[in-house]
C-alpha cells in the first residue's frame, strides 16, 4: 500500500497536535477499521487498515486478502 491518508483515523489524546483539525478518539472506540476493496490481475484484493486504541496510545496494523478469481475453460 503506497498512501494511507492519516487523517481518516482518529488520534490518541497524547500524540494530538492542536493546530491540526484531526479529532481525537471518543472515549468509547476502542477499534476502527477501513477496508479498501481494488481488483487485480488475479482476482480482487481486500485491505484492511486497523487502529486499536489502548489508553492512550494506539497501534495500526494491515491485513491484505488476495481473492483470486477461477479461470474458465
Known amino acids: 500500500m503506497s498512501y494511507v491518508n492519516k487523517e481518516t ?3 490518541s489524546s497524547d500524540t494530538y497536535i492542536k493546530d491540526k483539525d484531526i479529532p481525537i478518539k471518543p472515549n468509547s472506540i476502542f477499534r ?3 477496508a479498501t476493496w481494488e481488483y487485480t490481475d488475479s ?3 481486500r485491505t484492511t487498515i486497523i ?3 489502548d489508553g492512550n ?3 495500526d496494523s494491515y491485513i491484505s ?3 483470486g478469481f477461477k479461470k474458465s475453460h
Open 57 to 59: 496510545k494506539h497501534i
Open 32 to 34: 476502527q477499521e477501513l
Open 51 to 53: 487502529r486499536s486504541f
Open 43 to 45: 482476482g480482487i484484493k
Open 9 to 11: 483515523f482518529y488520534v
Open 65 to 67: 486478502e488476495p481473492i
